[in-house]
């Protein structure tokens, strides 16, 4: 049973900084990727970042140049510093897996990330 822990939100001023964690464990297969989805009220969710098994990495536009994605040496820990925050970045952020031949997707649990103006 993979599991998907979460942590790091919060509410912070605009300008502000703060870290994402996500810890995954349970899984026997290897993870082809770690990425990071928000989903803001009344929005569909949308991908933000992700980190693929070889180290490459992709943002979403709106984010490029503010966040970077990065995980721990035995990747399996993937975060998200997240700098200059706007309060557009206002959302629920989802970590989110991508594990073994077959690519089956896991999905944390959601932390909330508020940006005061």
């Known amino acids: 049973q993979v599991q998907l822990v979460e942590s790091g939100g919060g509410l912070v001023q605009a300008g502000g900084s703060l870290r994402l964690s996500c810890a995954a464990s349970?899984?026997?297969?290897?993870?082809?990727?770690m990425g990071w989805y928000r989903q803001a009220p009344g929005k569909q969710r949308e991908l933000v970042a992700t980190i693929f098994s070889g180290g490459n990495t992709n943002y979403a536009d709106s984010v490029k140049g503010r966040f970077t994605i990065s995980r721990d040496n035995a990747k399996t820990t993937v975060y998200l510093q997240m700098n200059s925050l706007k309060p557009e970045d206002t959302a629920v952020y989802y970590c989110n897996v991508n594990i073994g031949t077959f690519g089956s997707r896991y999905w944390g649990q959601g932390t909330q990330v508020t940006v005061s103006s």
């Open positions: 349970g899984s026997r297969f290897s993870i082809n990727a």
